[in-house]
T-cell receptor
Framework: EAQVTQNPRYLITVTGKKLTVTCSQNMNHEYMSWYRQDPGLGLRQIYYSMNVEVTDKGDVPEGYKVSRKEKRNFPLILESPSPNQTSLYFC??????????????FGEGSRLTVL | DAKTTQPTSMDCAEGRAANLPCNHSTISGNEYVYWYRQIHSQGPQYIIHGLKNNETNEMASLIITEDRKSSTLILPHATLRDTAVYYCIVLGGTSYGKLTFGQGTILTVHP
């Protein structure tokens, strides 16, 4: 089954404790991206990756890191989480971003709480 | 990258057509219009996309104006399960990779 898998789905952590949210897709997609969703602010892009070893900042990259060492995986790293990073996070992937093949497949979301 | 503007919320009676507008006046020639919806806090789900012609699939229809500056998503017979947030985004061309979803339209379908 074609899917985007995020882990963990739920996490409560404390300020400053490094954490990684994993994202994996099984569709051989080139493009992957991360979003956070907060009440009243919609979906905001954190980072995106056009292909292996190619990443770039979205609209809200501060406090986050990513890496794309393999095509299928795109982990989101919070080196020193703070309470303002409490949010619902989504990973998404698509074959291309060239318009015709730009359909995004989203993961189920990871709800992160930083105390 | 082209931005989109959508109404904050809309209502629709069950069984009637829901027409959701989107303005994308800065869209460029090779950018596509995509529509997604998000039910509760689930991951957004793809609905339909188009370049300049009207499109229809099993979920919805997409009407794009001739100048491509706006579009309308049509759910022909809305059901209670269509209550969701609907996002219109522009994708492709020079907006390669960096996507802006905006806040979308909250569609509420009433019995």
């Amino acid at each position: 089954e074609a899917q985007v898998t995020q882990n963990p789905r739920y996490l409560i952590t404390v300020t400053g404790k490094k954490l990684t949210v994993t994202c994996s897709q099984n569709m051989n997609h080139e493009y992957m991206s991360w979003y956070r969703q907060d009440p009243g602010l919609g979906l905001r892009q954190i980072y995106y990756s056009m292909n292996v070893e190619v990443t770039d900042k979205g609209d809200v990259p501060e406090g986050y890191k990513v890496s794309r060492k393999e095509k299928r995986n795109f982990p989101l790293i919070l080196e020193s989480p703070s309470p303002n990073q409490t949010s619902l996070y989504f990973c998404a992937s698509s074959y291309k971003t060239s318009g015709r093949a730009g359909e995004l497949f989203f993961g189920e979301g990871s709800r992160l709480t930083v105390l | 990258d082209a931005k989109t503007t959508q109404p904050t919320s809309m209502d629709c009676a069950e069984g009637r057509a829901a027409n959701l507008p989107c303005n994308h006046s800065t869209i460029s020639g090779n950018e596509y219009v995509y529509w997604y919806r998000q039910i509760h806090s689930q991951g957004p789900q793809y609905i339909i996309h188009g370049l300049k012609n009207n499109e229809t699939n099993e979920m919805a229809s997409l009407i794009i104006t001739e100048d491509r500056k706006s579009s309308t998503l049509i759910l022909p017979h809305a059901t209670l399960r269509d209550t969701a947030v609907y996002y219109c985004i522009v994708l492709g061309g020079t907006s390669y990779g960096k996507l802006t979803f905006g806040q979308g339209t909250i569609l509420t379908v009433h019995p």
